[in-house]
């Protein structure tokens, strides 16, 4: 019997429970599965951790071994981004820097007005069936023609990757030479994989529930 690639990861999908919730349009609800490792989260073990940090430093070094930066999105991904990058420097000697692109959500606004009239910061808004997001990131970060690897934790249509890509490209100049993610929870990402010709690599693929390698 051939053994599950990531049982932790695959118990975790096949586990979480839905919720339903108002679209933001106005038009319906949105049926929303919890996942532990990202999203709205939840409760999360140490081997579901361990077993998602080695797997997306696996991954890097195998199809994003050339990066300069790491960028994650929102606290999810920004938190994967760190680990992910512990381990590349612990496993495979691959000693890089992150930043990332951070939601404002429940920031004060006098905060926000302050980030924004700084000009050091830029803004980004993102918006999906169950929400509207604006995320922020420090400009200073991001040297011209930089290499950029982006992690995130789930990839639905691709909206905020495609934001994201955006900003990195067009506005700061860097070069994005990839994404990884965790969970791709439709073929969604696809488009944005061809709009900017950039590879998007994930763990695993949810379909209805359904788990595929």
């Not at 991954?59 to 050339?66: A, E, H, I």
């Not at 400009?139 to 934790?153: G, I, M």
Request: glycine share 8%.
């Amino acid at each position: 019997m051939s053994r599950t690639r990531f049982p932790y990861l695959t118990r975790a999908i096949k586990e979480a429970p839905v919720i339903e919730i108002p679209r933001v349009d106005g038009k319906g609800t949105y049926k929303f599965r919890v996942y532990s490792f990202g999203e709205a989260g939840a409760m999360i073990s140490h081997e579901l951790i361990r077993e998602i940090s080695r797997g997306l430093a696996k991954s890097v070094s195998k199809y994003f071994p050339g990066f300069d930066l790491a960028v994650g999105i929102d606290i999810e991904g920004i938190n994967w981004a760190h680990m992910a990058t512990y381990d590349l420097y612990e496993l495979y000697g691959l000693n890089k820097s992150y930043t990332g692109f951070w939601s404002t959500r429940g920031y004060n606004p006098d905060f926000i007005r302050a980030l924004k009239k700084s000009g050091k910061y830029g803004f980004v808004e993102v918006s999906s069936p169950f929400e509207k997001e604006t995320l922020s990131y420090n400009r200073d970060a991001f040297k011209p023609n930089e290499k950029v690897l982006v992690f995130d934790d789930i990839v639905s249509e691709g909206r905020t990757l495609d934001a994201v890509f955006n900003v990195l490209i067009n506005e700061l100049c860097c070069r994005v030479v990839g994404a990884q993610v965790i969970l791709a929870k439709s073929d969604g990402y696809k488009r944005v994989e061809d709009r900017w010709g950039v590879q998007i690599r994930f763990l695993k693929k949810s379909r209805n529930n359904s788990v595929v390698p």
